[in-house]
């Protein structure tokens, strides 16, 4: 039996939830049975009570507000717990059309992917500004150049996950869990497609971000951290390389001025060129010690899907998953 839940993090979404569950679809091709979760992220209104009264079969609450990341992985969690093959996360807003649904769980019923992407054909939806368009095109092909995948839609929150690849993931942002997962399912050699969707019209302005300012170099923030972690010899050897650069120029000067005999005068370009060296090579040598590290963390991350496998297969039912607080 092949069992899909479609999980949901809401915060405050009271009025928007009944319109979303409405709109999930009760059966699809190749799947037995489909549950809705919902993760209520500490919200100050009804939202839980809201999802029950709509149909949801589970509700999670967080105890206070941990961000979207942390609540997207407590969903992951829950999903597993619950037995589930397939998981689709998407936002509590109804920015994404139910229907689209039966797309990217397709891919995974026929074993071509372990993680399928809704692409809101960003370049075409009139509802993103140019210069958020823009940005996120730009940030995309970022993602997709250091995980090694083509997601053109990278911070999409529309997506199909397989148990074995949920298994293998863990959030550790505290902002959004979209580039991340990229990053970490690129490096960890899973299968990511992309598949055309269509978006509604949203009502109220995103709650992740203020302004696209902010939510730009948060998201770099994210990018660099992940890829620091997962690369960590081209990302410190880069930066190595490029102080080493810049502190060769001072010394170039400093050598063509002591060669005509006049080197006593220009000490600050041997400093200066002999300190940004000696950056570069610190950089060259954190390199080497973070992919010792990066080594270790690949064997703890082995040894941490393991023990999840055992403890679901100790724990976990297919049949209940208790309503509860986290």
């Known amino acids: 039996m092949t069992r899909l839940i479609i999980q949901i993090p809401a915060l405050n979404e009271a009025g928007q939830l009944a319109a979303t569950l409405a709109a999930l679809p009760r059966s699809l091709v190749g799947i037995d049975q489909i549950d809705y979760l919902i993760i209520d992220d500490g919200s100050s209104d009804n939202t839980g009570a809201i999802a029950k009264a709509n149909g949801a079969h589970h509700v999670v609450r967080n105890k206070k507000t941990l961000g979207l990341a942390a609540t997207f992985q407590v969903g992951l969690e829950a999903c597993l717990r619950l037995g589930a093959d397939i998981i ?162 001072p010394l170039l000067r400093f050598l063509v001025f002591f060669a005509q005999g006049e080197g006593s005068g220009h000490i600050q370009s041997l400093v200066l060129g002999s300190a940004f060296l000696v950056l570069g ?8 010690l973070a992919d010792l590290v990066s080594q270790n963390r690949k064997l ?14 100790m724990q976990a039912t297919r049949s209940s998953y208790p309503d509860t607080d986290s």
Do not use: H
């Not at 958020?132 to 990278?154: E, I, Y």
């Open 88 to 249: 689709v996360n998407t936002d509590a807003d109804n920015q994404y059309c139910g229907s689209d649904i039966e797309k990217l769980v397709q891919p995974i019923l026929a074993n071509q992917a372990d993680i399928v992407i809704g692409d809101r054909q960003l370049k075409k939806n009139r509802q993103f500004a140019p210069l958020k368009t823009w940005f996120q095109v730009f940030g995309s092909s970022v993602v997709s150049s250091l995980s090694g995948t083509t997601v053109p839609d990278a911070v999409s929150g529309f997506r199909a996950i397989s148990r074995s690849a949920a298994l293998r993931l863990k959030i550790l942002s505290k902002f959004s869990y979209t580039t991340e997962m990229i990053i970490q399912a690129g490096n960890k050699n899973l299968l990511i497609q992309s598949v055309p969707i269509a978006t509604n019209t949203v009502t109220r302005p995103p709650r992740l971000y203020q302004t696209t300012t902010g939510f730009v170099l948060r998201q770099a923030v994210t990018i660099l951290r992940m890829y620091a972690m997962y690369r960590p010899m081209r990302f410190f050897f880069s930066v190595g390389g490029v102080l080493a650069v810049v502190g060769v120029a």
């Open 281 to 288: 090579a610190t950089f060259a040598i954190a390199g080497l």
């Open 300 to 313: 703890l991350e082995e040894i941490l899907e393991r023990a999840r496998r055992e403890d679901l297969k």
